[in-house]
């Protein structure tokens, strides 16, 4: 099976440092578990499993706190009125982070248990109520932002020059930068009826919209055909055994695959147009009722980040499509293909039969790569409250949420979601949620609870540094072995393909498609075909082939329903392009800027704490920096694949 081939060592000038890594992860004689998605959670050792205890004991304990909790909620309601005071607002202020806190972490446990297993019920109502308790604790809440807001500028001084408020100072401030949105009482709360999020202290894509939940339920509802796998066997196709057929290495069943999806997707167009429509025209109203044009404006006003950095995303992406065009060329080349469609993106350019990593031997190589991060940084890492303890889930199960997440709550330590498969890119979503992880560890140690908190820009470097790093680490082992440099390189190429371009074309649709509802275009699901279309054209180049149903692609995407929200993968990815690459050089003034960036205080202004850290998102530098990483590889790869072909 191994056909490994061993070739004189090729020169990559790419990648600066050459970790010596010795992975001397042998367990040899001990028995290696077997990832199996079909396999019940009990079959899965418990050393691979998280453990949640630190949260709560268990579902009793859970319940117990859930009522307390309610209570805590209360309590907040007799400080109403009184917020004028410093002798009021401190203790108000208080209870409210001592609230937030049990809040979230109700939220948290039971996200992670409904996680395990989409089987349980119990879990699944647990994570609904946990939702409506945040919904909850935010609307009876929001008077003390109200209260904060409606002081005139004296009075305020007045409160913030007081000493007992010291540890709220920067909270209060970051609060009252928005004050001029605010409006009067009533409207106020018929907003906060609503359910508007704009001042959620959370992320919002944890917090879906009705409209996204009648788009999971549609989803739901959605019947999909049989299709043919790579056995010729017929097999229910479903939203998530899809990516998988989409990237068969057999032409047929991939082909077979995406127009079967797409095909039943457009049989139900009408209701998924009508279902984003609503969500972007809830948005844009949400913003408008703020006094902003445009939603973007609004929803990225939260985290105080300019609606430019977007659209300087999109044009930087615009004026460097080249790498993209030049590597669809190169997958027909690698794949022996006239043209090439949307399912011959996803297969891989060379089998990753010899990639197989078991968990063990990918930390050890996530250890390595990150070792220019200092010792400090690693030892946190592999210490024990984090990968020393049940910090991970590892392997997937039936019914396990797929994808990968990590999750923080203050005062509690990091959780990361995995469904690893001993392939490369399970490595690389390790060293990626890693990365999130040790961000809110070293976010929470550093700040107190109302001080805690990053912006989604910001996770998404913490993220994608460890995961670049990864891959140059990978690139530096794997010297000789052009299989794997092949193989490694492919992924390169692929998570900017995906991270970087793809997202920043869900950025411009979204863009767009908020554009139609701020001007009063009506939103129908052939305009987002065609405005899908059109981005798939432009963004691929005249080398790629579009196919009737392609333009259908947008009507399956949850991150539609996450409020501007995309964006930040790319600009997170391509800042941590930037970051990985000087601090894999050694460059530890940039690394020590960037580590003291992940502990900064939320209320820090996201695109300012970049540009000091070294990364200028208002400027093209680092889209066009990712950008000729991605030709610096797709040459690397031309030359590989140039010397096998080679009788
Ligand atoms: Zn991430």
Redesign the pocket.
Known sequence: MDTRISLPTVALGLFLAATAASSAFAAANETVYKPDSNAPRASVPEKYKWDVSGFFKDSAAWSAAFVEAEKDILVLNAFKGSLGEAKYLKPCLEDYFKARQQVDRLSAYANMKASEDDSLLPYQEMSQRALGLGNRFRSDASFIRQELLRLDEDAAAKLLADESLAPYRAYITDLRRRRSRLLGTEAERVLSLAGEHLWAETDLNEIPSDIEQVFKAVKKDIQLPKVKDEDGKEVQLTFSNYEKYRASKKREVRKGAVEAFLGALSKYEAILAATLGGEVKRDVFMARARGYDRSIEAYLDRQDVPPSVAENLVASVHQNLGPLHRYVELRKKILGLKDLHLYDLYTALVPSADAAIPYEAGLEDIKDALEPMGEGYVSALFGKDMLGRGMVDVYPSKGKDSGAFALSAWGFPPMVLLNYQDDIKDVSTAA?ELG?AMHAKLNIAAQPIQDSGYSSLI??TA?TTNEMMLARHLIAKYQGNDKMQLYILGRLVESIRTTIYRQALFTEFELKVHGYAEEGTPITAELLNKTYADLVKLYYGPGFTVDKDDGAEWSYIPHFYWKHYVYSYACGLASGISFSEKIVAGDTATRDRYLAMLAKPREAHPVDIMREAGVDLLKPEALKAAAKLMDETLTEMEGLVAKQSKP
Do not use: L, P, T
Request: no cysteine.
């Open positions: 990626h999130h996770a998404e993220s």
